[in-house]
């Protein structure tokens, strides 16, 4: 899996806290007006070693951190997937009091019925899903249009949406 960048703190990428972000390489879904076209080659930033691993960890252990936000490209691009699920998975043991959030292309729907793809809602706490459309403008906080839907993750299933 490859990676654009680690922002250590922000406070707009998702509306419960302070958040630290992984903006990763490689999304098929080329949203018209997306915001982060360079992510969309697979090849593009660098590769997430143990080193970037770390830089991600130290910032996200922050008392002041309550969210680990993972966007794009996307998370679910082919070759990110299971490097994704093994990242959420040593995070969730790592450091468990922070909430784990995922912004897709995809939909909660794609992903539960994706054998591939599913083992990732179990880790999860919160998953935005949804292509960026730019015609379709939004008010709501932490996303970029109303076709969007910000689904809160219990056990794997979507308990709430939003």
């Not at 879904?29 to 930033?45: I, L, P, R, Y």
Request: with cysteine.
């Amino acid at each position: 899996m490859r990676y654009m960048t680690i922002i250590p703190a922000s406070s707009v990428d998702f509306n419960e806290g302070w958040s630290t972000v992984l903006q990763v390489s490689g999304c098929s879904h080329k949203c018209e007006g997306c915001f982060n076209k360079a992510s969309w080659n697979k090849n593009s930033g660098q590769e997430f070693n143990e080193e970037a691993y770390q830089e991600l960890y130290e910032a996200a252990s922050k008392s002041f951190i309550s969210n680990i936000v993972f966007q794009g490209g996307d998370c679910m691009f082919s070759s990110n997937v299971l490097p994704s699920i093994s990242l959420f998975r040593r995070l969730r043991k790592e450091l468990p009091s922070k909430r784990l959030v995922m912004f897709t292309g995809l939909t909660y729907k794609q992903i539960q019925d994706d054998l591939l793809r599913q083992p990732c809602l179990l880790e999860l706490d919160y998953l935005m899903d949804g292509k960026y459309i730019k015609d379709l403008p939004t008010d709501k906080t932490g996303r970029g249009s109303s076709n969007q839907i910000l689904h809160k993750i219990v056990d794997g299933i979507s308990i709430s949406q939003n």
